[in-house]
């Protein structure tokens, strides 16, 4: 066996490898340039269209001359900061500028708020302005500035608040976190910042369905072959470095256990569970049952370039971490993760988080992750996703690779791994030495489909 691979271990950063599990440059997040925003799930495109496509693409991207080193490098994070703002007091808005302090090659997503001024001068939310508590999104080709408007309600000349970040932003470094917005009558008030910027894209296949999951095609078995998923990983049934407590089950090599998989009428149930008798596998004892279902050899799920789309509902018992992620066919790293649920995290929220990463490397040794873990509610308007079934994509392209929920961009980062060839896992990993008990531990798949460029 080679390097033991790992899932992520913190907040949406994914994958470490046993013997190698080093990460000397945290620092990278990722999202598709594309101008091309048409929404047609599963229709194709010709080649004239992919060729325009990927030129709209590549006239957008700033790093196209950057030396990723085979996916080894990636470009330094931008620096988010927050600008001091001035307006009249007898406007309605104040603008507040929120800048990055160079081009970014990913998603920048920034969570920011207002808060009340201080001494005699101060502004007081409710009186002189409306409390606001927003998002910023930078996406790459995004001019550097941008604005965040707060509605002015009776303000008087000198009175002050300020707007800060709620937390570091996702995908930047953070610069100055907090600064003032002043009333001051015989000042040029901050202009907005209005032009530039790109719309989210949506989803959109560009080339030929190469593989659907259906109930009368999918198979699985121990190792997998050209028409089965594997129920294990490329190394095994556990992850010890990433400090699961679950051993991936197979029906058939532990029939004792509740199904770990079964198609049903509403899709693939995936199903995790607290063992009644305790497994023991590469030395380690296992008290409760994951599930993966892994398509490394599987040659008809894997692409190069191309699109992958998920249709899922997810689970919301603590300790559950589904996923849907994709490595590449000559080793780990690099892996893409499309989505990720941190059940084991207690701030993990099922049904308003997501998460997408990126990990960057070779020969076994990640050298970069990058990523963004969000609120999906707040930044996207999208939730309920333990509610009912939602759609996971990404678009891997020579420039960028793009993520999208429910068909709407959510992330986008410069692509480091030209050339490669990827295989889709599914699974739902248990981290948790607690009853396991409460909700559902279970991931249904309603829909799996691969289009290749």
């Given at each position: ?49 992919t060729s325009q496509r990927a030129s709209a693409t590549a006239s957008t991207n700033s790093f ?390």
């Amino acid at each position: 066996m080679r390097n033991i691979i790992a899932r992520p271990l913190v907040s949406g950063l994914s994958l470490c490898a046993v013997a190698a599990c080093s990460s000397s440059d945290p620092n990278s997040s990722q999202k598709q340039a594309g101008t091309i925003v048409v929404s047609a799930t599963g229709s194709t495109t010709s080649v004239a269209e992919t060729s325009q496509r990927a030129s709209a693409t590549a006239s957008t991207n700033s790093f196209v001359d950057f030396d990723f080193a085979n996916g080894t490098r990636l470009p330094e994070k931008a620096a988010l900061s927050i600008g001091a703002a001035l307006f009249d007091p007898d406007a309605s808005v104040a603008y507040v500028p929120v800048t990055l302090n160079r081009a970014t090659p990913n998603t920048v997503i920034a969570r920011v708020i207002t808060v009340n001024g201080t001494g005699s001068n101060k502004a007081i939310s409710g009186y002189q302005y409306k409390t606001t508590d927003t998002v910023v999104i930078f996406r790459p080709g995004d001019p550097l500035r941008k604005t965040v408007s707060v509605p002015i309600l009776d303000a008087a000349d000198g009175q002050q608040f300020s707007l800060k970040l709620r937390e570091a932003p996702w995908g930047a470094d953070q610069g100055t976190a907090s600064n003032t917005v002043t009333a001051d009558a015989d000042a040029t008030p901050t202009a907005a910042a209005t032009s530039g910027f790109r719309n989210a894209r949506t989803f959109r296949t560009y080339g030929a369905l190469q593989y659907e999951m259906t109930k009368s095609t999918m198979r699985w078995s121990d190792d997998g072959w050209s028409g089965a998923w594997s129920t294990k990983l490329s190394h095994g049934r556990s992850q010890v470095a990433n400090g699961e407590t679950g051993i991936y089950l197979d029906g058939d090599l532990y029939p004792g256990v509740e199904a770990p998989l079964r198609y049903t009428d509403e899709g693939l149930v995936m199903h995790t569970q607290v063992l009644d008798t305790p497994l023991n596998w590469a030395g380690v004892v296992y008290d409760y049952g994951s599930v993966v279902l892994s398509g490394h050899n599987t040659p008809t799920t894997q692409i190069g370039y191309g699109q992958y789309e998920w249709v899922a509902k997810m689970p919301d018992r603590r300790g559950a971490w589904p996923a849907f992620w994709l490595i590449s066919t000559s080793g780990w790293p690099p892996e893409i993760d499309v989505y990720e649920g941190f059940g084991y995290q207690s701030y993990w929220d099922f049904d308003r988080h997501i998460s997408a990463t990126i990990h960057g490397g070779s020969g076994g040794w990640r050298t970069f992750q990058r990523g963004t873990n969000i609120q999906a509610e707040q930044a996207y308007g999208l939730s309920g996703f333990t509610q009912g079934y939602h759609r996971y994509a990404v678009d891997i392209g020579p420039e960028y690779i793009t993520w999208f929920v429910d068909g709407l961009e959510t992330y986008q980062s410069v692509n480091p791994f030209r050339g490669h060839r990827w295989y889709p896992i599914m699974d739902v990993a248990v981290k948790t030495n607690g009853a396991y008990s409460d909700g559902s531990g279970d991931m249904v798949v309603k829909s799996f489909r691969a289009w290749t460029n």
